[in-house]
């Protein structure tokens, strides 16, 4: 506003000199006072749009950098996923290993029953031919209900 006076004052002095009408000089000065104020709300728009430029652009950033987040985070899931996959066949082979040693183990408790079956069919037959062997013979007319005694008083 300073500055409008002063260029009105200047217009006046210098004016007064060129022999300008003070109707036209008034005139200039109102339209030089419209320009300041189209000027000034002119500034003003642009100085909102900055801002919403401003505004506009640091949610872009933002986005952006939640994008790239979301990113990061998907390339650690599926990162996560192909290490679980490969955790979870590992531990199905494993699996299947244990069911074949515990077949294995089935079969062999199966024969050890076998063996210890075998065994005391064995030892019960040796046992048993070695009872006929330790039996004296028999003699004809003894019994072995006499105790071994003779037929003869």
């Known amino acids: 506003m300073r500055s409008l006076r002063l260029v009105t004052a200047v217009a006046l002095l210098g004016g007064g000199c060129a022999g300008i009408p003070p109707a036209q000089l008034e005139a200039q000065v109102l339209e030089a006072e419209r320009w300041r104020r189209e000027y000034e709300a002119e500034r003003e728009r642009t100085e909102a749009l900055a801002m919403r430029m401003a505004a506009l652009e640091s949610s872009l950033e933002r986005l952006s950098l939640e994008r790239a987040e979301a990113e990061q985070g998907r390339a650690a899931v599926l990162e996560e996923l192909v290490r679980t996959e490969a955790d979870r066949h590992a531990l199905e082979e494993h699996?299947?290993?244990?069911?074949?040693?515990?077949?294995?183990?089935?079969?062999?408790?199966?024969?050890?029953?076998?063996?210890?079956?075998?065994?005391?069919?064995?030892?019960?037959?040796?046992?048993?031919?070695?009872?006929?062997?330790?039996?004296?013979?028999?003699?004809?007319?003894?019994?072995?209900?006499?105790?071994?005694?003779?037929?003869?008083?």
């Open 95 to 153: 699996n299947a290993q244990l069911l074949a040693l515990e077949r294995q183990l089935n079969e062999l408790k199966e024969l050890k029953e076998m063996h210890e079956e075998l065994s005391d069919v064995w030892y019960e037959s040796a046992l048993e031919r070695a009872r006929r062997r330790m039996q004296p013979p028999q003699q004809s007319g003894t019994s072995p209900q006499d105790g071994g005694k003779t037929g003869t008083p």
